[in-house]
């Protein structure tokens, strides 16, 4: 067998009595992408989970599905997670893919299909999906808007881009996940005040831009090809959600306008993202231009997919497993109903005016899902959430004033 | 250092490669389908474990082995087998496992002659004229400029297999009408004997160690017409073989490597044949050895544990390699015993050769060293001597 065979094997692997060793990180979380594993195995791939759980605590669903489980003592410990891999390999040949879908991990991900010579991103490929300048060079060379910011070193250099976009400006770190140790900083003193207690680690600062997020999300096939794609739009920002402690509050466009559907397709392109799910975070100004922000190679999180399926009355878990198993999608319907995200904060201090037992006797129609939120999400998602869909977004605009209303 | 090797009961003379490593600290990991049983006591002792496949051939099962080791070991630093046979699958089991050193990519322009010489003609190294021949049109054309006779082979393969030297139309003809499938280079033929640039690359591509060899004719003429091999060390390597070799070993991207480069002395000077990103075959190492005073399968398990040797390899020696033909139609002028008794101040080395690899190295070979080179071809003369 010669490398290219072994390429197409890979292209292929369902093909010639070859079966798809598909190895999941961490297959048990976060509990919903426990689909993945399913519909995977459902369409005859071999599902091969790694993570530190103790087999007896995953759920009954994911052991069901699982051909085998090695449990490592610590995920972070990469020599460990490779021996897993060995494992595999030796029992079962060639890994075909190796995802955890999860943005935790991305980075191990790649580095595992490094190792391994598995399709997907490796460690090469990463530099612009973990790196926030590095990620912004991309945009603007593919011509996508982007704020204004670069990299900066102390405070002096701080100063030097302050005067060019004026007071207030965004400082995260060029490479973080989410809204992790970002501030937004209005004057002299927040800026004196960030310098003196930052992180030890590289800042990019970027001008504020005033708007609402709106995202451009989806799945692309083996070639690039955008095969599924979603827009949600966030009133309140993430990084306000975590520091202002609000709650979280999305819902999906029934119609993406077409700037977006350009922009999007294009950082696709740009970004090299094949047969991956992708998370794109722009700026809609009050001017109604379009400012990249972020790009994430991965599903959005939280209840996201659910939502995905809710909106367009499909199972996103099994199209991927589709795809990855026969390199094609099925034909659904995009954009079916307006889906709503409720995350509220329960806090001490924090009241609603309505409780759980009012919000769903209210809304019995519309809410299609609602549970609590795993800890380790709550402060960017809420501690207790409700999903609403609706075939237009205006009855679930009065949900919102209702739900999210505080005492 | 978790390292791992294919075949590595051979050639038998490598298994020093294996001792040496794991003297050094390293986890030697062999694979291969002979039978634990079989192998030598030497090997066994070298080795930190031995994953029997039951067909060498099955890449499949090479890459199962290695995830083996994996599991067990932890991630593999270097899978190398010394050996142009397993060049290849060295260079799949690396790319599939991400392992230091050349991967099918950069093999690419060490396999395939035509390659080769394109990588020759950018860095300005003269080369033979010659390409890729499919029709005998494109062959007539080429024959056009150079002239007869000329030098046909394997755009890639190994050694002198299927070479053949064609002097005329009709040769030429026959070798269309029967020749193997795959793509043939066709090259002007260049008088001259054959120089070589060997040596050992360190991580970063510079030449630690080298060596030149002399024959005075090439593996071509020793196959094809049944001669004995005789080729010899020298002490100082001319200056232009240096020049070019050093940049030939920067060009291919060797390190951590042994390689031996072939050229021909011309008259008109140096031109490159062809390189070879392993060591010499046969007794070479050893030849290096005793041409040093030595260890050279040490000094590598050095360069691969510390990222450097310990010696200056300064030539104190030169090493004849004398390889007889021992058929029922060629007779010795001289027995084994008149060889021995009269020369056997001056060898260091004598044995019967693995029949694979006779064909290029003779039946049974001698090694000779002196500081002169002088009493060597006089006792090589007597050794060859055919009635």
Redesign the interface.
Known sequence: MTSTDRADMSKSPSGGGVKMNYVCISPNFPPNYVNFSVRLRERGARVLGIGAEPYEQLSQTLRGVLTEYYRVYDMENYEGVLQACGYFTHRYGKIHRIESHNEYWLAQDARLRTDFNVFGFKNDDMGPIKRKSAMKEVFRNFGIPVARGRIVHGLSDAFELIAETGYPVCAKPDSGVGAAQTFKLRNEEELQLFFDTKPPMEYIMEEFIEGEIHTFDGLTDREGNVVFMNSFIFPKGVMESVNDNLDMFYYSQKEIPGDLIEYGARATKAFGLKERFFHFEFFRTPESELVALEINARPPGGWSMDMFNYAHDADLYDQYAKLVMDGAVDAFSHGAYTTAYFGRKQREHIVHAHGAADILENFRGMIIQHGPIDSIFAPAIGDYAFILRAEDPEPLMEAAAYILERA | MNYVCLSPNFPPNYVNFYLRLRERGANVLGIDSVPYEQLSPELRASLTEYYRVDDLEN??EL??????????Y??LHRVESHSEYWLDRDA?LR????VFGFK?DDLLDVRYKSRMKEVFRSIGIPVAKGKVVRTPEEARKLIGETGYPVCVKPDCGVGASSTYKLHSDEELRFFFSTKPSGDFIMEEFLDGRIETFDGLADRNGKVLLMNTFVLDYGIMEMVNYELDTLHYTLRDIPEDLVEYGSRIVKAFGLKERFFHIEFFRTSSGLVALEINARPPGGWCIDMLNYANDADVYEQYARLLMDGRITMLFERPYHVFYAGLKEREHILRSHTRDDVLRRYGHLIVQHGPIAPIFSAAMGDYAYLLRSPDLEPLKEAVAYISERV
Not at chain 2, 63 to 72: Q, S
Not at chain 2, 95 to 98: C, Q, R, W
Request: charged residues 25%.
């Open positions: 890449y499949e890459y199962r082995a290695c995830g083996y080791f994996i599991h067990k932890g991630r799949m790319t599939d496992f991400n099918n």
